[in-house]
Every structure is written in structure tokens, then in C-alpha cells.
């Protein structure tokens, strides 16, 4: 059974940083896109960034641009997000995903298969 988890979300100032890990397990994902993803209450979901099998590539949201970095290690089966600067409208339940059908990134919810149960990240003002 395929399973994501999500940790290392939580309460941070404004300017401050956190790193959110997705540990995948129940298949090998080193082949497959991966992405993240947060929605924020009233909103809908949207993707922050996105990352090839390879590893590679990267895309990002306008919104993040610059301060957060999603990378993976694919012997550990697992994909970081790294935020820093980070901003109230950061605030918000952060999922990682895969996509299955393809190495290469895609940036809606829709091209992913699996998804983690979220981690929560909120930014004091």
C-alpha cells in the first residue's frame, strides 16, 4: 500500500524557516514526479513546487519563488521542502504528492495520484 507522510510543519515568525519532509513507502518512487502542494483555509489547493524523477527539474509557484526549495533523495524515498523568508500567507496545510504517470512534473492537483494526510504550517505575523 502506497503511503506519504508528511512532518516537520509548525508555528513560525514571519522570516523564519522550516524544512517539511514526505517520506513515501510501499513502492519506489525514484522514477516518478513529485510535488507540493497547501491549501489554505477557504481556498483551494495549489501547488508550491514541483520536482522531476530525476530530480533535475524544478518549478515553482510565483509565490515562492526564491525562498522555498524542493529537492528529493531518491535512495531515501523521500522530498524536502526547504522555506525560508517565510510570510502570514504561507500559512496554510502543506501535502506532498506523486505522479505516477510520469517522471516529468506536472502543476495541478489533478496529475497526482497519491497525496500525504498534510502537515499544518502557520506564520505569526
Known amino acids: 500500500q502506497v503511503q506519504l507522510v508528511e512532518s516537520g510543519g509548525g508555528l513560525v515568525q514571519a522570516g523564519g524557516s522550516l524544512r517539511l519532509s514526505c517520506a513515501a513507502s510501499?513502492?519506489?518512487?525514484?522514477?516518478?514526479?513529485m510535488g507540493w502542494f497547501r491549501q489554505a483555509p477557504g481556498q483551494e489547493r495549489e501547488v508550491v513546487g514541483a520536482?522531476?524523477?530525476?530530480?533535475?527539474?524544478?518549478y515553482y509557484a510565483d509565490s515562492v519563488k526564491g525562498r522555498f526549495t524542493i529537492s528529493r533523495d531518491n535512495a531515501k524515498n523521500t522530498v524536502y521542502l526547504q522555506m525560508n523568508s517565510l510570510k502570514p500567507e504561507d500559512t496554510a496545510v502543506y501535502y506532498c504528492?506523486?505522479?505516477?504517470?510520469?517522471?516529468?512534473?506536472?502543476?495541478?492537483?489533478?496529475?497526482?495520484?497519491?497525496w500525504g494526510q498534510g502537515t499544518q504550517v502557520t506564520v505569526s505575523s
Open positions: 510501499g513502492h519506489t518512487f525514484s522514477g516518478y514526479a
Open positions: 520536482i522531476t524523477g530525476s530530480g533535475a527539474y524544478t
Open positions: 504528492a506523486v505522479r505516477r504517470t510520469s517522471s516529468w512534473y506536472g502543476v495541478r492537483k489533478e496529475e497526482y495520484d497519491y
